[in-house]
């Protein structure tokens, strides 16, 4: 065997000398065996630039080669044991074996299982072998572990056992051991003049077995990266156990690209040296390392003469930058070479059949049912109308909610809930216990019953054909269980769907390429992107094992001979991965790192970063370091146009308002659309008064003669008290508030003043009949108070709310401890006034000292008739306001007791009768009375009907300004639509002359 050794550009350059120097007939065939598909174009474009063509060189993967001498091998064979989710179930049953059930078998524990099962399959870890050494060897180490690692390789003999056990499959080790049979005799191998393996600096103990057989019988050639570094601590024992045992040439010409020199320093003592063709870049987040780096792509392009395919992206892990830059690429008009890989729940298709299996496991769970209900790929002729009546219900979980809310619901439609019926019965025949084949086949039907396949567009097709064959999958189950346990089958149809997972390429020829640290290893480019320099993510923290512990690995390699790496040991890897990186760019490398998270919060750079830096000579945190602005306005600008989308130059106009319609012109960017969002932009950004932009609009006499029709209610004066606005959006646009789902544990405060007004109107109601208000004794008043509670709930009007029948029995409780207390203590605070009049509607015509009509319900009127007064009550779930309700009608906003008054006083029923005043009387935590007397009542009239008029003159000036000093925001259910978060919107409004009034009315 020859070996040639050097880290990776000196190493390729070694391979292209030695297919120059060896290879004399340029049509003789050789294998060159890669350990990655990217390396495998690296060498085959390399070759091609060398030499024109590279007939008859032929290249490949370990993994492929093991499948070429398995094919080749002589004998039918069965398909291999997947490693899919078939395996997972085999790993959870023998988890439940008796002896081996030590843990539960969770999914994440079975993954981490499987893991550690693997890495001792590829080691060739014998359990005999294993077990001898437990019973055998000295080690005070392992004494205090030792019942666990007796435990794994119980598990590991057993699963060797069922794995060639499986019907219809042979494992990969089966493969395996045919394929090292048929190397000697093979055909295919002996028809290679030479054979070489490229790229490998680690191997597990398995495919280390395959090169030691193949160069025990053909000539064989190993061109490794290694090199004297501490870059390269990770592969040092296995190169010089493994490779270097054999003698060796070090290839190593010290070529490392835009590092150059200063490429030995890092991470090691050694003095920095500078590198003119290193920068550090230093972004706001995520986002800001994508968007230099597209402009600074498109610069190299336009004005270094550099190709796209000179270019690489390159990041720890793809996947937390792939969707960002795939857009930022798109919109940048630059082209990709890369794959990304997505799991099925990225997909709607693929979330719409998990809900779809979920609905009874998460109890019919609202807004599950609506992702169901509302999903495009949905079958059903009435899905529309349905999605409106769910929306419409106040259901929230739970079947029985849907049975005894959803018939209350506005237009409700019995066809849906028998729908809902079916499905729910489906789904408890999938939880049954039965024939692993039956079920996945019930399975098939319901989802092709309820899925939509004429909707299906691009890369859905192949989602659902993929998510029906694993659903198909798991009859196959039955080989190892014939039947599934009750509730078993739909949680694995759900972890099996999950662990799809699908490719998405845009491979354009000639595209800058975007990948991983790990498969970038042994790759080239003039320019290089190292993206997400940060702590934790790159180096990745590596963990140890939880399984396969770190101790075990160290007594499987050092003390056994079966090679396998420990878990830390990958700390080393990562500089590995880093150094190659870094050390891929031949011309240009840009090291960038976020200053802020995703969440916002600050990051710290890697130690990497620091490393790199302090090799480079660069002083990366100096003011004058590049930087990339976290405000959009400066990243723009500091962009030359040229580089910019039409978008962010529309941006950049705006930015300056006062000369952007010439600049859109002069663009040919200006649209009619565009010209009208100027002006818009230009009426927002001023500071005088009040806009059509800040509500003040010309039809408020329309709105106000609206809702005048009927009245003005209490409620709608006090929003319009708080906030003008909100009546613009609810009376002026329409728009609609949801209501609030009714949760399965509690009583809406909404509901629960509705059942207290209820039962209060029905308990006075029925003493007042029975002229027992002030002669009763207190046992007494309970009784009525029960049979009042009883006439409208009972133990099973846990329906009406969809609440829980135990929870509804509590509530029903304090429900009645509650108004037991309070008209125990109204009884006695009731004096000469009888509680006659019960939830009376009003209103109150317009005059001319209050021109605007008044509406409401008055919750109760007590009469004195003795000295001919009545008395306005107003029943509060919570206590309301302060002792002066006079200074609440302002302060506070509280209009009921006044308005009230005042209409009642012009009620002909009441005619006859001197006003008593009015009250809040308080239900929770206990009894309490605020008064509005006759006397503040008076005083307070003038000012407070001047302030009833001032707040409708509002809506019909169609004045309806944003009210800066509104706590309730947050509340509100238009904030998204608000324009609060402008400060100039704000600004206006507060120097407003209708803010001002309102701050002087309410003082």
């Known amino acids: 065997m020859k070996l040639f050794y050097a880290h990776y550009p000196s190493l390729e350059n070694a391979f292209v000398r030695y297919v120059r120097s060896e290879r004399t007939d340029a049509l003789a065939p050789w294998l060159v065996i890669c350990s990655s598909g990217l390396v495998v174009s690296q060498l085959k474009n390399r070759l091609a630039r060398e030499f024109g063509a590279a007939a008859?060189?032929?290249?490949?993967?370990?993994?492929?080669?093991?499948?070429?001498?398995d094919g080749e091998a002589p004998g039918a064979?069965?398909?291999?044991?997947?490693?899919?989710?078939?395996?997972?179930?085999?790993?959870?049953?023998?988890?439940?074996?008796?002896?081996?059930?030590r843990y539960p078998a969770s999914r994440g524990f079975v993954q981490a299982v499987k893991s550690s099962l693997r890495d001792l399959e590829d080691s060739l870890a014998g359990p005999d072998v294993i077990d001898e050494y437990v019973r055998t060897a000295s080690d005070t180490a392992l004494e205090a572990d030792k019942e666990r690692l007796i435990w794994l390789n119980r598990l590991y003999r057993r699963y060797l056992q069922a794995q060639q056990n499986v019907p219809g499959y042979r494992p990969y080790q089966a493969a395996f051991e045919r394929a090292l049979a048929q190397v000697e005799k093979s055909a295919f191998l002996?028809?290679?003049?030479?054979?070489?393996?490229?790229?490998?600096?680690?191997?597990?103990?398995?495919?280390?077995e395959l090169v030691n057989r193949l160069r025990g019988h053909y000539p064989v050639a190993v061109f490794a990266p290694y090199m004297n570094h501490p870059a390269y601590r990770f592969a040092r024992k296995f190169f010089e156990a493994n490779w270097l045992s054999s003698g060796g040439e070090n290839a190593e010409v010290d070529d490392f690209g835009a590092l150059g020199s200063a490429a030995k320093s890092v991470f090691s003592a050694g003095e920095g040296i500078n590198a003119p063709g290193v920068q550090i870049v230093?972004?706001?987040?995520?986002?800001?390392?994508?968007?230099?780096?597209?402009?600074e792509i498109l610069r190299l392009v336009e004005k270094e003469g550099y190709s796209f395919a000179d270019i690489a992206v390159i990041a720890r892990t793809a996947t937390p930058y792939q969707d960002e830059l795939r857009r930022v690429f798109k919109q940048n008009c630059i082209p990709l070479n890369a794959s990304f890989s997505y799991p099925v729940t990225h997909y709607p298709l693929g979330v719409f059949c998990l809900n779809l299996f979920a609905l009874a496991q998460n109890g019919f769970e609202r807004n599950l049912v609506l992702s169901v209900v509302s999903s495009p790929y949905f079958k059903h002729a009435s899905k529309n109308k349905w999605r409106a009546l769910?929306?419409?219900?106040?259901?929230?979980?739970?079947?029985?909610?849907?049975?005894?809310?959803?018939?209350?619901?506005?237009?409700?439609?019995?066809?849906?809930?028998?729908?809902?019926?079916?499905?729910k019965d489906r789904l408890e025949q999938l939880g049954r216990a039965a024939e692993w084949g039956v079920l996945s086949q019930e399975a098939l039907a319901l989802l092709r019953e309820l899925t939509d396949e004429e909707t299906f567009e691009g890369k859905e097709a192949e989602i659902y054909r993929a998510v029906c064959e694993r659903i198909q999958s798991l009859a196959s189950y039955g080989v190892l269980r014939a039947q599934a346990q009750a509730g078993e089958f739909l949680e694995e149809l759900s972890d099996a769907v999950r662990g799809l997972t699908f490719n998405e390429a845009e491979t354009v020829r000639g595209g800058v390429v975007f990948t991983d640290a790990v498969r970038a290893r042994g790759l080239s480019f003039?320019?290089?992107?190292?993206?997400?320099?940060n702590d934790k993510i790159f180096p990745l923290l590596m963990p140890e094992d939880p399984v396969l512990r770190d101790y075990y690995r160290y007594v499987l390699r050092d003390v056994l001979g079966y090679w396998i790496n420990q878990s830390l040991d990958r700390g080393d890897e990562e500089k590995l991965f880093f150094f190659a990186a870094a050390t891929s760019a031949r011309e240009k490398l840009y090291a960038l790192y976020a200053r802020c998270g995703s969440d916002g919060k600050e990051v710290s750079p890697s130690v990497y970063l620091a490393e790199l830096a302090r090799a480079t000579l660069i002083n990366w945190q100096a003011d004058c370091a590049l930087r990339v602005s976290g405000r959009f306005s400066e990243k723009l600008s500091a962009v030359a146009e040229d580089f910019l989308t039409p978008k962010e130059l529309s941006y950049t106009f705006i930015f300056n308002p006062e000369n952007a319609a010439k600049k859109y012109e002069l663009a040919q960017l200006l649209t009619p659309g565009i010209k009208d969002a100027l002006a818009a932009a230009g009426e927002l950004a001023k500071n005088g008064p009040l806009n059509a932009y800040d509500g003040v609009i010309s039809s408020g006499a329309e709105i106000f003669a609206q809702e005048d029709k009927l009245g003005f209610s209490p409620s709608t004066l006090q929003k319009l008290g708080q906030c003008p606005m909100r009546i613009f959006f609810e009376k002026g646009l329409k728009l609609r508030q949801d209501d609030d789902p009714l949760s399965r544990q509690e009583l809406p405060p909404n509901l629960r003043g509705t059942v207290y007004h209820e039962i209060l109107k029905d308990f006075y109601e029925d003493l007042f009949k029975r002229g027992l208000t002030h002669d009763l004794f207190d046992e007494a008043a309970l009784e009525y108070l029960n049979q009042a509670v009883e006439k409208h709930y009972r133990a099973d009007s846990y329906r009406q709310f969809g609440i829980y029948p135990v929870v509804w029995e509590l509530l029903l409780q304090n429900i009645k401890d509650l108004l037991g207390e309070f008209v125990l203590a109204d009884l006695h605070d009731q004096g000469d006034f009888v509680p006659t009049k019960f939830e009376i509607p009003v209103s109150l015509e317009p005059s001319?000292?209050?021109?605007?009509?008044?509406?409401?319900?008055?919750?109760?009127?007590?009469?004195?008739?003795?000295?001919?007064?009545?008395?306005?009550?107003?029943?509060?779930s919570t206590r309301k306001g302060t002792k002066d309700l006079a200074s609440d009608i302002f302060k506070h906003l509280i209009f009921q007791p006044f308005i009230y008054v005042l209409v009642a006083r012009q009620l002909p029923e009441l005619k006859g009768y001197n006003s008593a005043g009015s009250c809040l009387l308080a239900i929770a935590p206990k009894y309490h009375r605020s008064d509005l007397p006759p006397a503040a009542f008076e005083d307070v009239l003038p000012r407070a009907c001047q302030f009833l008029v001032l707040l409708t003159d509002y809506v019909k000036n169609g004045v309806f300004f944003i009210n800066p000093d509104d706590k309730k925001c947050q509340y509100c259910p238009y904030a998204a639509a608000c324009r609060r978060d402008s400060?100039?919107?704000?600004?206006?409004?507060?120097?407003?002359?209708?803010?001002?009034?309102?701050?002087?009315?309410?003082?």
Not at 194 to 207: A, E, K, T
Not at 859 to 876: A, Q, S, T
Not at 983 to 1003: P, T, W
Request: aromatic content about 12%.
């Open 282 to 295: 230093s972004a706001g987040d995520a986002s800001g390392e994508l968007f230099f780096t597209a402009k």
């Open 190 to 208: 002996k028809g290679f003049k030479q054979i070489v393996f490229y790229g490998f600096y680690d191997m597990p103990g398995r495919q280390l």
């Open 848 to 876: 001319e000292s209050l021109p605007l009509r008044l509406r409401g319900i008055i919750d109760r009127v007590d009469i004195d008739e003795v000295h001919k007064l009545f008395r306005i009550d107003d029943y509060k």
């Open 983 to 1003: 400060f100039k919107s704000l600004l206006r409004a507060r120097k407003s002359a209708a803010y001002k009034s309102l701050q002087e009315a309410v003082k």
């Open 526 to 533: 003039k320019a290089v992107f190292l993206l997400g320099l």
């Open 77 to 101: 064979t069965l398909p291999l044991l997947p490693q899919d989710n078939l395996r997972d179930f085999l790993i959870k049953n023998l988890l439940q074996e008796p002896g081996l059930n």
């Open 56 to 69: 008859n060189i032929h290249f490949m993967t370990g993994g492929a080669l093991v499948s070429v001498l």
């Open 390 to 423: 769910i929306s419409r219900s106040l259901v929230n979980r739970d079947f029985s909610q849907w049975q005894d809310l959803l018939p209350q619901t506005k237009n409700y439609d019995p066809e849906f809930l028998s729908w809902l019926t079916h499905i």
